[in-house]
Every structure is written in C-alpha cells, then in structure tokens.
Nanobody, 115 residues
C-alpha cells in the first residue's frame, strides 16, 4: 500500500524558512510525478509546486522565487524549500504522487507563519 509521509511543518516568523519533506513507500518513486499542494481554512486546495520524473519543475506564481521543489529518487523523497515565508503561506501542506491513473496523498503537515 502506497504511503506518503510528510514532515517539516511548524511555526515560523514572517521572512523565515522551512523545508518540508515527503517520503514515499511502496511506490515506483522514480517514475512518479510529485507535487506539493496547500489548503488554508476556507479555501480550496491549490497546487504549490510540482516536479516530474525527469526533474522538470513548475510552481504557482505566488511562490515563484521563494519556494523550490526537489526530489531524491534514491531516498524516495520530495522536498519543498520555503524561504521568505509570508503570513498568507499559512496552510496545511499536502504531498501528492501520480503514477499513471493512480493519485496518492499524504496526511498533510501544518505550516503557520506568524509573529
């Protein structure tokens, strides 16, 4: 059974940094399209950043220049480096994996940006 386990969330002051990690099990990770989504209270879940199996990346306009997605296929882990965090980045961040027609989600990790 595929599992995605996120870690690295927490409370950080505006302007600070966090690195989220998502480690997969029972997944053909190297061939999976990986992404990070987030959902703030009262909002729909939105795509933050994605990385393909050939390491092509994309990110939402709101995080360009501040967030970086990367992957380590040997460790079956995808990362989201978040810099210059803003209060509006506060949300639950979810890891997502897609392989073929299958779509998997992690349980989410809370990121709170507040002074």
């Amino acid at each position: 059974q595929v599992q995605l386990v996120e870690s690295g969330g927490g409370l950080v002051q505006p302007g600070g940094s966090l690195r989220l990690s998502c480690t997969a099990s029972a997944l053909n990770f190297a061939f999976a399209h990986m992404a990070w989504y987030r959902q703030a209270p009262g909002n729909q879940r939105e795509l933050v950043a994605s990385i393909t199996s050939v390491f092509s990346t994309d990110s939402a306009e709101s995080v360009k220049g501040r967030f970086t997605i990367s992957r380590d296929n040997a460790a079956k882990t995808v990362y989201l480096q978040m810099n210059a965090l803003l209060p509006q980045d506060t949300a639950v961040y979810y890891c997502n994996a897609r392989t073929g027609s299958m779509n998997y989600w992690g349980q989410g990790t809370q990121v709170t940006v507040s002074s």
